[in-house]
């Protein structure tokens, strides 16, 4: 806010000015009283001045608050003007009792727009029968109570019935604040608890201003005085702090009864018994009695009429409003009726998000090609968007939403009449291509859909271009049955998707179908595997590079099936990762290489250490670490003993449960290795981070060592910066005498490799490398 110093300095100069007025005032200084009094008025109109610019709902309020504190600063200045220069009685000038009215008035107006903006669930002409009502009976009162017991006569005189118009105006803006008040809707807010006190002081000070002039007994510059100041200071501090913490307005009407219509007959009741009381006290006389009780009754008359009317419009409104809506109703059922069923039909056809037809039209569609005359061929495209699933995860499924359906208007624009596209669910999609000539026509379409999904998708503030993975199948020449094309290009898809996140396409051959079923038997012979009958650990040394001397195995896991025979583990590793069966795999492992080094060590008093592979599903795991202690502590196995050889792939995930599971293997006492170590995204950034204690440089560097320059420097480079960082190195895949002293040369710590021994069982293990030592 460019106003904020103006602000700040108008307000303290406020609050210097207003005190010394006070001061002036406590020590009877009329002069120092009448030049104070217009200065802190005007400052208070200036401070609510200037926040008018900074605020809305508070604006219109704020511009009658400042010409109530200006006129009232005009007024005070007039007074200081025919009182200290002109030596003139400033009482016997109209026009200043006409200007101290004016406040007056922008009260009352401020209070009834307030209640007109803020509760238009009001009856308006229940308000006014309110106001006046309570107007005129507090005026009656208080001449019946104050003036006339003060023997103070009517008069057609200007002050008097400027006087009276005080009182009225006093009277109006009470009556006013009880109804905001004690209305059902009243929220106080902390500017609006400042005018309403500050008005509120002001009106009970006019009434005993009032009372004072009327008497003749009106002293300027008197303690009355200092009240009225302080209710423009009240005004200005109330806009100030509405500037900087606006408050909402407003109030929405609703078709009930309004608020303000209740039924008074109880209240009047309960007031006229008051009057009784009062009269029977000698409190007034029996004319005060009859003028109360009068106007109580008249207004009861006047409320009841009032809400009788109401009620009826009500009604009338209500019935009037259900019969349109039930006729509308009939309307609309009548026309719902009459699209139910075509709606129906494109609903059960058409997927909702993109428009495009869906997977229950697809089954369709291609049970009616298949038994076409017309259709001598087509191709069935199965398309999957690469990596849509992070979109979902990092943006909302919302903006997920928007992207597919902005891909289905692109499909529906590509569709035509030997083209047609479907969503098949999820980010999966199909494209039919009916009579097709030759398989380039199917590649120029794969390659289309290709420029589709390429093209970037801009959905503010984010812009996204997808890739897809499309496999297919033909028909008639890969199968004639709808589920075996469908199933045949969907393993096309996969084989593509698994090997590549990049645009590509397969169509669907023989051997695709051996490897799926391939993969799909290894699945269920691993879900049925007997791991103590058909499992088993070979062992691989590990020697030490400088005196050859064994350090310790690598435990490597085989699966001898005793119909299948030897299964690799590349075959069966990843299936067993990817359907979570690596977990109990992995507790098998660890618990047999626990058992095995345990006995080796304590039979030949040695100090070995096994390796053990991690799979990056037993990393995220987080039982993992307090699994792998407690089987330590129960299996008795020194934590020395243990290395656990983790991939690149898992310490390159940045995040804060990674971190914490390296640390928690490191207390436990385990060693840890980065296995495949420079082929991969080696970093610095996660060596310096994670507790590591060994790096295992990859095969396929070593395979080169002796034959590629770029191979012996990226070795001897990862050799120098473990050295660097204190941290042991491991050859593996070692085969040749050479390799082994280039290594040596480089001075790489542990060598494992053909070199030394291939993994064997542990009897065999025992023999050739624990009995020989």
């Given at each position: 806010m460019l106003n904020q110093p103006k602000k700040t300095f108008i307000l303290y100069s406020l609050l210097l000015f207003f005190v010394l007025y006070f001061i002036s005032i406590l020590f009877h200084n009329d002069l120092w009283g009448n030049i104070l009094s217009p200065i802190v008025a005007f400052l208070s109109s200036a401070l609510i001045f200037i926040s008018i610019k900074d605020t809305k709902n508070y604006k219109s309020y704020a511009i009658?608050?400042?010409?109530?504190?200006?006129?009232?600063?005009?007024?005070?200045?007039?007074?200081?003007?025919f009182d200290e220069l002109l030596f003139i009685n400033p009482e016997s000038i109209p026009l200043i009792d006409a200007l101290y009215v004016i406040p007056n008035i922008c009260f009352a107006i401020f209070l009834t727009k307030y209640i007109c903006k803020n509760h238009v669930n009001w009856n308006t002409y229940q308000l006014f029968i309110d106001i006046f009502a309570f107007c005129i009976l507090g005026a009656v009162l208080l001449w019946s109570f104050i003036f006339s017991k003060s023997n103070i006569q009517f008069k057609l005189e200007f002050d008097f019935i400027l006087i009276m118009i005080y009182i009225f105006l006093d009277f109006y803006i009470m009556v006013e604040i009880s109804l905001i008040i004690f209305s059902k809707s009243f929220r106080v807010s902390i500017s609006l608890a400042l005018v309403l006190l500050g008005i509120l002081i002001y009106a009970l000070s006019d009434f005993y201003y009032a009372y004072l002039s009327l008497k003749n007994a009106y002293v300027p510059n008197?303690?009355?005085?200092?009240?009225?100041?302080?209710?423009?200071?009240l005004f200005s501090?109330?806009?100030?702090?509405?500037?900087?913490?606006?408050?909402?307005?407003?109030?929405?009407?609703?078709?009930?009864?309004c608020e303000n219509l209740k039924k008074p007959k109880k209240t009047v009741f309960l007031v006229i018994l008051i009057?009784?009381?009062?009269y029977y006290f000698d409190v007034f006389d029996l004319n005060t009695l009859i003028k109360s009780v009068g106007i109580c009754i008249l207004y009861w008359v006047l409320s009841t009429n009032i809400r009788a009317n109401m009620l009826d419009r009500l009604l009338l409104k209500t019935e009037k409003e259900t019969n349109e809506y039930l006729e509308k109703l009939i309307a609309d059922r009548t026309q719902e009726l009459n699209l139910a069923n075509r709606h129906l039909k494109e609903i059960s056809n058409t997927d909702a998000l993109t428009g495009l037809f869906n997977r229950r039209y697809f089954?369709?569609?291609?049970?009616?090609?298949?038994?076409?005359?017309?259709?001598?061929?087509?191709?069935?495209?199965?398309?999957?968007?690469?990596?849509?699933?992070?979109?979902?995860?990092?943006?909302?499924?919302?903006?997920?939403?928007?992207?597919?359906?902005?891909?289905?208007?692109?499909?529906?624009?590509?569709?035509?009449?030997?083209?047609?596209a479907f969503r098949i669910g999820g980010d999966e999609f199909a494209v039919i291509i009916e009579n097709y000539t030759d398989k380039s026509e199917i590649t120029f379409n794969a390659n289309k859909i290709f420029e589709i999904l390429q093209l970037p998708?801009?959905?503010?503030?984010?812009?996204?271009?997808?890739?897809?993975?499309i496999g297919i199948s033909l028909y008639p020449s890969d199968a004639k049955e709808k589920n075996l094309l469908i199933r045949y290009a969907d393993i096309a898809m996969y084989e593509v998707k698994s090997k590549s996140f990049q645009n590509s396409y397969l169509f669907f051959d023989k051997l695709l179908l051996e490897k799926s079923n391939k993969k799909y038997e290894t699945e269920v012979l691993l879900q049925n595997a007997d791991y103590d009958k058909e499992f088993v650990l070979y062992y691989q040394p590990q020697y030490n590079t400088d005196n050859k001397s064994l350090i310790g195995m690598e435990a490597l896991i085989r699966w001898i099936h005793p119909q299948k025979g030897f299964i690799p583990p590349s075959d069966f590793i990843p299936i067993a990762e990817e359907t979570g069966l690596i977990i109990q795999i992995g507790e098998w492992v660890v618990e047999k290489a626990f058992s095995q080094i345990k006995e080796w060590n304590q039979t030949y008093s040695m100090n070995l250490k096994m390796s053990i592979n991690i799979s990056p599903i037993q990393v995220k795991n987080t039982d993992f670490v307090d699994w792998l202690w407690k089987k330590m502590q129960h299996e008795k196995v020194n934590p020395e003993w243990i290395d656990l050889e983790i991939t690149e792939s898992v310490a390159m995930i940045s995040n804060a449960s990674i971190e914490n599971i390296f640390d928690m293997l490191n207390d436990i006492g385990v060693s840890i290795s980065i296995d495949d170590f420079g082929t991969?995204?080696?970093?610095?950034?996660?060596?310096?981070?994670?507790?590591?204690?060994r790096l295992k440089i990859a095969k396929e560097l070593i395979d080169n060592i002796a034959h590629d320059e770029n191979s012996l420097l990226i070795v001897q480079a990862i050799i120098m910066m473990a050295k660097g960082m204190k941290l042991k190195t491991i050859s593996e895949g070692v085969e040749e005498d050479d390799q082994l002293e280039i290594l040596k040369r480089l001075e790489c710590d542990e060598i494992q490799g053909y070199i030394f021994g291939r993994p064997v069982p542990s009897d065999e293990f025992e023999k050739l490398h624990l009995n020989k030592k």
């Open positions: 009658l608050f400042f010409l109530s504190c200006f006129i009232w600063g005009a007024a005070d200045l007039l007074w200081l003007i008197t303690l009355i005085d200092i009240i009225y100041m302080l209710c423009n200071v501090f109330a806009t100030l702090y509405e500037t900087n913490h606006p408050t909402p307005h407003g109030e929405k009407a609703g078709n009930e009864l009057f009784c009381l009062l089954i369709h569609y291609l049970d009616s090609l298949i038994s076409s005359e017309r259709i001598k061929n087509f191709a069935l495209l199965y398309i999957d968007t690469n990596r849509f699933k992070p979109i979902n995860d990092s943006y909302g499924h919302e903006i997920g939403d928007k992207v597919l359906y902005t891909l289905g208007n692109r499909f529906s624009e590509y569709s035509s009449s030997s083209r047609t998708i801009s959905i503010p503030p984010y812009s996204f271009t997808l890739t897809a993975s991969g995204y080696s970093s610095l950034s996660y060596i310096r981070k994670y507790n590591i204690d």
